[in-house]
């Protein structure tokens, strides 16, 4: 139980604990500018929101869609506000989305509301000043199994993806004993008697040669998702001929991986390297 656990804990915490909890400076680079809770999706009562963080000028800029971890079960748009601003002050549009939560929903609600985040941030992005031919996606834990997912089994009315970031990733589940109820609550039984469910939400099973590149970090000492999780779709994106990165994050686990100052800049990075042609 230990891999739902802990996420509800790093729920709880601050965004200025966060911030604390790494050495991020905290220099502001360029001035940014905010939008809070905007409504990306209505369905069945539910109310879907959005934060949106951008340099305060009249720019254009590559759309990085941001989404938060918490084993599906919890977090919050909120938990990612010092790494979305920090992508804004790299020169990017970041969109930070909630999706709705287990165990109250389970798949593919969570994937369903990413992909109309997706289709919804497009339409928006003039409006932004955002670039849809640079669109990435960048996630950690459960956000980066839904980025993975989305950019490996993309849909005919999605904008093309340009490439991801996905930290401390579950990228198949094989991980989980057949028998463990783990995320019985998100995936709706065990991966003994769901075999297709888990498999579908795989990003391993969808690789194709037409996948984007993707930058990987994982924790050595992360015991909530191993490392070999995400290695797997690395291994097989590099099979592919598609570019990856892979920054293993040493001695650190899953919560420490995803504070780490080094490895956040190492991604911003890899965006810039694949956004750095102007706006068509």
């Not at 089994?153 to 990228?171: L, T």
Request: proline share 6%; hydrophobic share 40%.
């Amino acid at each position: 139980m230990l891999f739902v656990g802990l996420p509800f804990w790093l729920a709880s915490l601050t965004p200025g604990l966060l911030c604390q909890a790494d050495d991020v400076s905290r220099e502001i680079v360029r001035p940014i500018r905010c939008e809070r809770d905007l409504d990306f999706r209505r369905v069945d009562g539910e109310t879907v929101k959005a934060d949106l963080y951008r340099p305060d000028d009249d720019q254009i800029y590559p759309l990085v869609i941001m989404i938060h971890g918490g084993a599906w079960s919890a977090g919050d748009k909120w938990n990612l506000v010092d790494h979305a601003r920090e992508m804004a002050q790299a020169g990017f549009v970041a969109l930070s989305i909630n999706y709705r939560l287990a165990p109250k929903h389970q798949m593919p609600d969570q994937i369903a509301d990413c992909r109309a985040a997706l289709v919804w941030a497009a339409q928006q992005a003039e409006l932004w000043k955002a670039d849809t031919n640079r669109l990435c996606l960048w996630g950690y834990s459960a956000g980066a199994q839904l980025s993975a997912w989305m950019a490996t089994a993309p849909q005919e009315n999605e904008p093309k993806i340009r490439c991801v970031v996905a930290g401390g990733a579950p990228c198949d589940f094989e991980f989980i004993p057949e028998d463990s109820g783990a995320i019985v609550h998100v995936m709706g039984g065990t991966r003994q008697d769901l075999p297709g469910v888990y498999l579908e939400a795989s990003p391993l099973t969808h690789a194709t040669s037409a996948s984007p590149p993707f930058f990987f970090f994982h924790g050595t000492t992360d015991l909530l998702v191993p490392p070999a999780s995400s290695r797997k779709l690395y291994d097989k994106l590099r099979q592919l001929k598609i570019e990856a990165e892979y920054y293993t994050v040493e001695g650190r686990g899953h919560l420490l991986t995803f504070l780490d100052s080094t490895a956040r800049r190492r991604a911003i990075d890899f965006l810039r390297k694949h956004t750095m042609e102007e706006s068509h």
